[in-house]
């Protein structure tokens, strides 16, 4: 009786036999696809080398692109480095040339949002992949959307996203929601709240009970941006969509303006709005409608770019308008 350790050896030796003649067919049926048969002799091992490493490199080439197109349908957030001039204590090099930062003071700059130190002459060098740093954002209020959302990991601030959840939870009836104003100090509580406590802020019932403070929280924090929701570059994008009788041409002007916005604001108004379209359809109690709401939110949302002011007054009124058609038509612009 054969013993187990024959057993195995005979087993392995089998199993090898079984690969050599897979590995033989796949040689044959390449070389038939290729009309490369060489007579009755097969051809030495060393002949499939280079096609195997040809067959490699086509393959990774196939993948790389289809990656670089699926990279393309991603949309990317650009965010800008926030570069200050800075005193640098000790010896520092440069992070984009890694040469030397002379000079005892203001030897370059440092981005306030992401700490990268560089030189003043290779800060329009640098590439626009900021990664903002949460120690270096010391508030939330009047903080940059798209370095908050960055440093914070999230879709959407979290002052947006909290004060929306907390107005739906118990204040989508409450009349005159938006229109009426909460008292100032208390908005200034909330304000310091979510800076120094960030999303650990309670603006629960508990902590607020009119929910106007919340609501007037919220649009300070919009009013507060540097860089508004619709972005200056592409406000005049929306104002001349506004401008538009046509309501296809209309719609379709506000998805090209719409497309022109960073992905942390794109995403932002699109909550924002389908929360607010949500407020309308309470009218009967909150009697808000799409009209009431956009005079609200119009000069919250955009503002004109460096116009001047009999521009920007005149704009006024296209700003509600801008709202307006966002707020009636949420469902099929975002």
Same mark, same amino acid.
């Given at each position: 009786?054969?013993?187990?350790?024959?057993?195995?050896?005979?087993?392995?030796?089998?199993?090898?036999?079984?690969?050599?003649?897979?590995?033989?067919?796949?040689?044959?049926?390449?070389?038939?696809?290729?009309?490369?048969?060489?007579?009755?002799?097969?051809?030495?091992?060393?002949?499939?080398?280079?096609?195997?490493?040809?067959?490699?490199?086509?393959?990774?080439?196939?993948?790389?692109?289809?990656?670089?197109?699926?990279?393309?349908?991603?949309?990317?957030?650009?965010?800008?480095?926030?570069?200050?001039?800075?005193?640098?204590?000790?010896?520092?090099?440069?992070?984009?040339?890694?040469?030397?930062?002379?000079?005892?003071?203001?030897?370059?700059?440092?981005?306030?949002?992401?700490?990268?130190?560089?030189?003043?002459?290779?800060?329009?060098?640098?590439?626009?992949?900021?990664?903002?740093?949460?120690?270096?954002?010391?508030?939330?209020?009047?903080?940059?959307?798209?370095?908050?959302?960055?440093?914070?990991?999230?879709?959407?601030?979290?002052?947006?996203?909290?004060?929306?959840?907390?107005?739906?939870?118990?204040?989508?009836?409450?009349?005159?929601?938006?229109?009426?104003?909460?008292?100032?100090?208390?908005?200034?509580?909330?304000?310091?709240?979510?800076?120094?406590?960030?999303?650990?802020?309670?603006?629960?019932?508990?902590?607020?009970?009119?929910?106007?403070?919340?609501?007037?929280?919220?649009?300070?924090?919009?009013?507060?941006?540097?860089?508004?929701?619709?972005?200056?570059?592409?406000?005049?994008?929306?104002? @001349?969509?506004?401008? !538009?009788?046509?309501? #296809?041409?209309?719609?379709?002007? $506000?998805?090209?303006? /719409?497309?022109?916005? %960073?992905?942390?604001?794109?995403?932002?108004?699109?909550?924002?709005?389908?929360?607010?379209?949500?407020?309308?359809?309470? @009218?009967?109690?909150? !009697?808000?409608?799409? #009209?009431?709401?956009?005079?609200? $939110?119009?000069?919250? /949302?955009?503002?004109? %770019?460096?116009?001047?002011?009999?521009?920007?007054?005149?704009?006024?009124?296209?700003?509600?308008?801008?709202?307006?058609?966002?707020?009636?038509?949420?469902?099929?612009?975002?």
């Amino acid at each position: 009786m054969p013993s187990r350790e024959s057993y195995e050896v005979h087993k392995e030796e089998k199993s090898l036999v079984q690969k050599a003649k897979r590995e033989a067919n796949q040689e044959d049926i390449l070389a038939a696809a290729l009309v490369m048969r060489m007579g009755p002799q097969k051809p030495p091992a060393t002949f499939w080398q280079p096609l195997k490493l040809f067959a490699y490199s086509q393959l990774t080439s196939l993948v790389r692109r289809a990656t670089l197109k699926e990279s393309e349908r991603t949309p990317k957030s650009e965010k800008v480095h926030n570069f200050k001039v800075h005193t640098f204590r000790g010896p520092h090099w440069c992070e984009h040339c890694a040469s030397f930062m002379w000079g005892l003071m203001a030897q370059g700059v440092k981005c306030a949002d992401c700490g990268l130190n560089v030189h003043k002459q290779c800060s329009s060098l640098v590439p626009n992949d900021c990664k903002p740093d949460l120690r270096h954002i010391r508030k939330v209020y009047s903080c940059d959307l798209t370095t908050l959302v960055r440093a914070h990991n999230t879709a959407r601030p979290m002052v947006v996203d909290m004060c929306i959840r907390e107005i739906e939870s118990r204040g989508l009836k409450s009349e005159g929601l938006y229109r009426i104003s909460g008292f100032s100090d208390s908005l200034e509580e909330v304000k310091m709240a979510f800076d120094k406590d960030g999303e650990k802020t309670d603006i629960s019932v508990n902590a607020y009970e009119d929910i106007n403070i919340i609501a007037g929280a919220l649009k300070l924090y919009l009013r507060d941006l540097p860089v508004p929701i619709i972005s200056y570059d592409a406000y005049p994008r929306f104002i @001349e969509a506004a401008k !538009l009788t046509d309501p #296809e041409k209309k719609l379709e002007a $506000f998805r090209e303006a /719409l497309a022109l916005l %960073p992905p942390s604001h794109s995403e932002t108004l699109k909550y924002l709005m389908a929360h607010l379209k949500r407020v309308t359809q309470n @009218e009967k109690f909150n !009697l808000m409608n799409a #009209e009431n709401l956009a005079i609200v $939110f119009g000069p919250t /949302l955009m503002r004109a %770019p460096n116009l001047d002011a009999i521009t920007a007054l005149n704009d006024i009124r296209y700003q509600r308008q801008v709202v307006e058609v966002l707020i009636k038509n949420e469902d099929a612009l975002f």
